[in-house]
């Protein structure tokens, strides 16, 4: 189930995300940095959920259609994307980025998540930046990674940056 319960320390975070979308004060991009499953990607499923669950006053509840879509991982909205053979190649971004420019289908918000952003070739890594120039209203990209470094200084420049540690 995702809710906020889920994801185990990390408090600063959780409740900078629940004040940044409960006042509307959500950046279009995050990187989300620090070591393999700590938890970065639960929580940036644990965001899409509460832009796009159905129980705003307890969002994200976990039990609505929108949030229970998202944890079977097939809400239409709220995309993954994760590398093929150790690189994330121009046809999956073709796939994820022809949906940006249009209003979510039946949330409020469209969500793109990209797990071990650092494997972004080069093309796919220009044709995301290419949207983080001039992200679409109502779109927010959460890139995940262990090693920024590996990113293009120009993403990681679009992006608030977002630090787990496991102190």
């Not at 289908?105 to 998540?113: D, F, L, N, P, S």
Request: include cysteine; proline fraction near 5%; aromatic fraction near 8%.
């Amino acid at each position: 189930m995702i809710t906020w319960d889920e994801i185990i320390g990390h408090d600063r975070i959780k409740a900078f995300f629940q004040r940044a979308v409960q006042k509307e004060r959500l950046y279009s991009t995050y990187l989300f940095t620090g070591p393999e499953g700590i938890g970065k990607r639960m929580t940036a499923r644990t965001v899409a959920a509460m832009l796009n669950c159905e129980t705003q006053e307890q969002a994200p509840c976990g039990q609505c259609r929108s949030c229970r879509n998202i944890e079977a991982g097939n809400h239409v909205d709220v995309q993954e994307v994760r590398a093929e053979k150790d690189e994330i190649k121009s046809e999956q971004m073709e796939t994820i980025l022809e949906r940006v420019p249009f209003p979510p289908y039946e949330g409020r918000a469209r969500v793109t998540i990209v797990d071990n952003a650092h494997q972004f070739n080069r093309t796919s890594g220009n044709m995301m930046l290419k949207t983080l120039e001039e992200p679409p209203d109502g779109n927010y990209f959460f890139l995940i990674t262990s090693k920024p470094d590996l990113l293009l200084p120009t993403i990681r420049s679009r992006c608030q940056q977002v630090g787990f540690t496991t102190a």
